[in-house]
């Protein structure tokens, strides 16, 4: 009978057997950790929008307004409820962020449009998606104490990152990343990209000049004095973004128009509008501020922002990137004092600093936004950089053109 040779009985040494069996076990767990990670746990944002509406409010036409009283403080009661809806439910680890951004006022109610941002795994998607639509039903089915809203007519869909941020920067004063980091000029600190979008530069010969605030995709708010001493139009260039040179990009400019009153001696009605000789396309580092409503009171004490190229310290260095500075508005009377500016300023003209000095607006920084955020933290624009005794000094704080005074003349010339 044929016997086969039987193969010589040495074998690997154990040691070697144990390193591959080892390496292979090693290589499997890498690969299908990675595999786990990249399907399963990797956190992924999605975004979401979606309506609703709400019944037994008479039609109001100021909820059509963006800015509106009535806009504000609906808006803001139903963001509360959503948040805090989401935030008691099993999915608050996945919760991001969420605002109402448009309503429509109709005779029998109020139609609701909603934007959502969540993060979970791709493995989760469907389920989350499912969750938040029942989380929202529920917070519309026992709410009927703030409003009387309607469960069944409850859309949402999943919508992708550039349309999320699409409808974000059509709205005015809000930021595309809802960074809650954005940590809290002379005394100020540098900008994150997208933190003040509406931020002009106003460039003679390509050289920063003024600052300036977009109020829509065609006209910016400066001020007045910015074109005492250049009035050549094609002198002037317009740019966005922080870094003020070479500049993210450049636009013409078709028109200014400075105050009829513009008064150079008091510095009464230092406002200007600008036209753009194009209209700039709406990205998350360049879009619009909100204006307020000529009754919108700002009170002493409120915290604002002054944003700006200006100088570090009074004919001091300027920066390459756009500055910060959180300050105070002060009260008109006491910014009038016979320490401080003792009558010139008038009640057209807002002061923002602090009276001990060192945080301020400089040179550079005129025609500027000073900028408040309200309860939903939409920004305003509440200030334009117009004067002041030189930069942080002891009882002289900056002084503001008060937009609220001028809101008629800025939709005279603008229609906005
Ligand atoms: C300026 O010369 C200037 N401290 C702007 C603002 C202030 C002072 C001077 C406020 O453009």
Redesign the pocket.
Known sequence: MYRPVIASQRSLPLWMIALIVFGVLGVLGVTIGLLVHFLAVENKTYYYQGNFKIKDIPYNSNYEKETSEETTALSKMIETRMIDAFQASSIHNHYISSQVTKLYPQSDGITVDIWLMFKSTPGKKADMRRKIGSILHNMLKNNSASFNSDPSSLKLTEISKVQAEKTINNCCGRRAKMSSVYDRIKGGSAAQDGEWPWQASLKIKGRHYCGASLISNIWLVTAAHCFKQYKNLSDWTVSFGTVVNPPYMKNKIQDFIIHENYNPYSQHDDIAVVRLAEPVPFTNNVHRVCLPEATQNFLPGSDVVVTGW?ALSYDGLYPKLLQKAPVKIIDTEICNSRDSYGGLVLDTMLCA?YMEGYI???????GGPLVYPNSRNIWFLVGI????????KKN????YTRVTSYRPWITSKTGI
């Open positions: 200006g600093g301020d607006a400089c040179q550079g920084d005129s950089v117009s004067w002041g005794d030189e930069c942080g002289k704080p900056g002084v």
